[in-house]
């Protein structure tokens, strides 16, 4: 398993813009495909976005299409989710999640996870 660090998270108005990174240990991290997910208090966790390991392969959940970016670094062991025209909506735990393989959107398909970190969206 890769051991993932989330960070970038905080409170911004309607509107602005956020990036969250994740950090990734291990020497395979391009073998990984990416996802972020998020989940709001009392809600089911939902997938965001998600990106294979070659970077070629990206899906985003509708509700954030045109407005939220995934990208990776490879070299750097670093995934990327550039938030734009956030919406009070968008207010939860943001969590990076890694697996080994094709790109998946469930949680469940997903090997690895962060400890989230926390978006803020006031209206």
């Known amino acids: 398993q890769v051991q993932l660090v989330e960070s970038g998270g905080g409170l911004v108005q309607a509107g602005e813009s956020l990036r969250l990174s994740c950090a990734a240990s291990g020497r395979t991290f391009s073998s990984y495909a990416m996802g972020w997910f998020r989940q709001a208090p009392g809600k089911e966790r939902e997938f965001v976005a998600g990106i294979s390991g070659s970077g070629s392969r990206i899906i985003y959940a509708d509700s954030v299409k045109g407005r939220f970016t995934i990208s990776r670094d490879n070299a750097k062991n670093m995934v990327y989710l550039q938030m734009s025209s956030l919406k009070p909506e968008d207010t939860a735990k943001y969590y990076c999640?890694?697996?080994?393989?094709?790109?998946?959107?469930?949680?469940?398909?997903?090997?690895?996870w962060g400890q989230g970190t926390q978006v803020t969206v006031s209206s």
């Open positions: 999640a890694a697996t080994l393989g094709p790109l998946p959107t469930m949680p469940n398909d997903f090997d690895s």
